[in-house]
């Protein structure tokens, strides 16, 4: 029979010695798995457990509401968020109005980066954006992130190392298994009409495409943000405002000493 995973989190009212042993003792007793367990914000605790029906949920459910110890915020078939949260000890901040909205500071980099390499395994077509200042780490985060998920990764567009921005690919570039990359700038202010040609080719592949400054790149293109699977900010700082006037000047095309690759 096929195991069945949950998420429980309870949050502790009172931390009295023993408590996580109590907790762990009644798992067992009606033969559910912990298979990881971590803290999770302030005085909250998750774990992911494994199981064989969903019956044994229920009663470990209702034994949980008598506990006065804790109280149970969470009990469900685990989500991205919830196994990262896990895994890493916080949980993902998301925007209370755009759920596709993530927010990440710069502290958080080895989060973001498992993240993304989440979403990058998923098979087919996505598209998400990701949203900060410059040198925050937005680009590298993606390669690590493609590393992570064994992902080759391509720049259609790009300010990595030198001024990327092609016009073609070469036929196995082409891949639904490959990661695509753009700069929202790069493409918009600098790109002739046949590296827009290739954009759309791209953005009509089943796979998943990364779109560093979403904002600029669909106020000069015809997409929209409702095209968008996942937006993706990081910021150095939670106070920080993300603002496009530093790079939206000729200086970031023209003078800041890169040199152009275009092909």
């Not at 030198?162 to 298994?177: A, F, G, M, V």
Request: with cysteine; charged share 30%.
């Amino acid at each position: 029979m096929e195991k069945i995973e949950w998420y429980l989190e309870y949050q502790i009212q009172k931390n009295r010695p023993g408590l996580l042993g109590d907790i762990s003792s009644l798992l067992g007793m009606l033969a559910i798995n912990i298979v990881t367990i971590n803290g999770v914000d302030d005085k909250r605790r998750g774990l992911l457990l494994r199981c064989d029906s969903n019956d044994q949920i229920k009663r470990l459910e209702s034994i949980l509401k008598t506990m006065d110890n804790i109280v149970v915020t969470k009990l469900r078939e685990p989500k991205l968020r919830d196994r990262l949260a896990v895994r890493h000890g916080r949980y993902i901040q998301r925007d209370a109005d755009d759920k596709k909205t993530f927010r990440f500071v710069r502290d958080e980099l080895g989060l973001l980066v498992d993240f993304m390499a989440e979403l990058f395994k998923k098979e087919g077509h996505k598209l998400i954006g990701i949203r900060g200042m410059p040198r925050v780490g937005k680009t590298e985060s993606i390669v690590a992130a493609s590393v992570c998920a064994n992902k080759r990764w391509l720049f259609v567009s790009s300010t990595l190392l030198k001024q990327t921005i092609r016009s073609q690919l070469i036929e196995d570039e082409y891949s639904p298994n490959n990661l695509f990359i753009l700069d929202g700038i790069v493409s918009t202010k600098r790109a002739s009409e046949k590296h827009w040609q290739l954009v759309r080719e791209v953005m009509r592949l089943d796979a998943t495409k990364i779109i560093e400054h979403p904002d600029i790149f669909v106020q000069n293109s015809e997409y929209t943000l409702d095209d968008f699977s996942y937006i993706i900010e990081l910021r150095n700082s939670p106070e920080e405002e993300i603002t496009y006037e530093p790079v939206e000047g000729p200086s970031l095309i023209d003078g800041n000493g890169f040199s152009m690759f275009d092909f």
